[in-house]
């Protein structure tokens, strides 16, 4: 199990003196004057090295990481899945990539075309009526939903309507986005089957009520088995449901968010359609909204006219009552159009496959483990689910432990102590692009470190063995990271 052995000296101990990577060619220049004396350093140390020894040392920092190329990732709720390398490819065609934001409509009629399908293609699958393309990522995406809500009862004259409903199982972004956005967060707890309390629901539901913020599935993985009930509850007081969209891969083809009873929803084009993520980019979050909220949908949306004779022209547009601009030009078009192409390769029966090989992975998962790991809601799952590590903290032995054992075995972590509700949480999602081997695999994996558990705690505790860097104090990492480098024998600055 241990990695190939990798020279993990720094960059700066391969330095030698006089060695360089490159060569400038004679000054062509006056030279400048250097800045006044108490804005120079007296020493920089740099560096000098090989042009190839800087290459050798990055790419063998490169294969320290895991990644989706290289490993199982099966982070819960961020789809850490494959995505097909054409789309990339179309996505850089010189006649998307080379565009700017500003050239005129005229001159890119072919782009705005792309963008007006789809606008209309991410409407059709989940059941709404309109879409904006402008939402730059998820939480942007639940923002806007939110101004939305706020502008739609303003302009009824309902400013009172100031309490927005957050399930406990909830992204802790959607607490954030309702408090944003001015509204007064009230958190509904779920019963012991995980659905939302339906009892809690119906006691908050009151004249206040601006709308639920519901994600769909939820966090534990689960469906909403009231589901209908709930929109209609909410709506019956006049409050509008707004639906967080980021495990919508659960549903594609399924089941329209629209059709169920959802007012606006926003969409993780990187999660669902095809823009491999994480390290903190790239996202899309577009927002799709039925007909009372669609006429509130960030600008720009694309919209068709028909010249007198039959020829298409694409133009943006600002909807009536828009929110207005909540990004700097049109959305993340880079990633829209790697959704685009994922959509258009895939069609209607290829996006239903997606959900299908989704759900059948997940519970394919609980089946296998959930007699060695606590399974909090024991039901069928769709394209997460979520165990509990209860049973092996009574050993000693905690969910970040297991998590950290999982490195050894070359298998990135799940997502740990969330969804909050659950102790010792372990989200596992192994995304619909997963072979039956690697679950295999990862099932062998996770029943290994349940006996070890058992058996021999301690080499659990102290996980990970086979990385440059062994357990840290991740607290202390955080709150005082020490970022500068150090010889050997260099003391840390004071107070590190």
């Not at 996505?91 to 705005?112: C, R």
């Not at 029966?349 to 609980?366: D, K």
Request: aromatic share 6%; proline share 8%.
């Amino acid at each position: 199990m241990n990695p190939p052995s990798l020279d993990r000296r720094l960059l700066m101990e391969r330095s030698v003196r006089g060695r360089r990577g490159s060569s400038l060619p004679p000054l062509d220049v006056p030279p400048q004057p250097l800045p006044p004396e108490e804005h120079l350093r007296g020493d920089l140390e740099l560096p000098e090295v090989s042009e190839g020894e800087v290459v050798r040392y990055f790419t063998h920092l490169s294969q320290l990481n895991f990644s989706v190329d290289t490993h199982f990732y099966p982070l819960g709720s961020c789809t850490m899945k494959y995505n097909p390398r054409v789309n990339d490819e179309l996505a850089q065609l010189p006649g998307f990539s080379q565009l700017h934001p500003l050239q005129p409509e005229e001159t890119v009629q072919g782009a705005l075309k792309a963008m007006y399908r789809l606008q209309g293609f991410l409407a059709e699958i989940v059941g709404m009526e309109a879409t904006s393309l402008a939402t730059m990522a998820g939480a942007q995406g639940e923002l806007a939903g939110m101004l939305m809500l706020r502008a739609y009862h303003l302009s009824r004259g309902e400013a009172d309507r100031r309490i927005v409903l957050v399930p406990d199982s909830a992204h802790g972004t959607n607490p954030a986005s309702a408090t944003m956005a001015g509204f007064r967060v009230v958190t509904v707890p779920s019963d012991d089957r995980g659905n939302m309390d339906m009892d809690a629901l119906k006691g908050a539901c009151t004249g206040e009520l601006a709308g639920l913020m519901l994600t769909l599935p939820n966090t534990l993985g689960l469906f909403e088995t009231n589901i209908l009930e709930i929109c209609r509850t909410v709506h019956q007081v006049g409050g509008l449901v707004y639906g967080d969209g980021a495990n919508m891969n659960a549903l594609l083809g399924r089941a329209k968010l629209g059709e169920l009873g959802f007012d606006v929803l926003h969409l993780n084009l990187h999660k669902t359609f095809s823009t491999p993520h994480g390290g903190g980019g790239p996202g899309a979050g577009p927002v799709a909204a039925g007909p009372l909220l669609a006429p509130f949908l960030p600008s720009p949306v694309v919209e068709r006219h028909v010249d007198g004779d039959g020829r298409e022209r694409y133009s943006l547009a600002t909807p009536e009552h828009t929110i207005g601009k909540v990004a700097a030009f049109h959305g993340n078009f880079g990633v829209a159009l790697r959704a685009y192409a994922y959509i258009r390769s895939l069609g209607a029966a290829g996006l239903r496959e997606v959900s299908e090989n989704a759900v059948i992975g997940a519970n394919y998962l609980l089946s296998q483990l959930k007699e060695e790991y606590h399974l909090p809601y024991d039901r069928p799952c769709m394209h997460e689910v979520v165990f509990s590590a209860r049973r092996q903290k009574a050993r000693g032995v905690r969910a970040l432990d297991i998590a950290k054992r999982l490195i050894d075995y070359g298998i990135h972590p799940p997502t740990m102590y969330f969804p909050l509700i659950v102790e010792e949480a372990l989200m596992v999602e192994p995304t619909e692009t997963e072979s039956k081997e690697t679950l295999d695999h990862f099932i062998q994996v996770m029943k290994a470190i349940a006996v070890e558990a058992r058996e021999n705690p301690q080499v659990v505790k102290e996980a990970p063995h086979h990385t440059p860097n062994s357990r840290l104090d991740e607290a202390r990492a955080a709150r005082r990271p020490d970022l500068r480098w150090r010889g050997v024998g260099q003391a840390a600055p004071s107070g590190v």
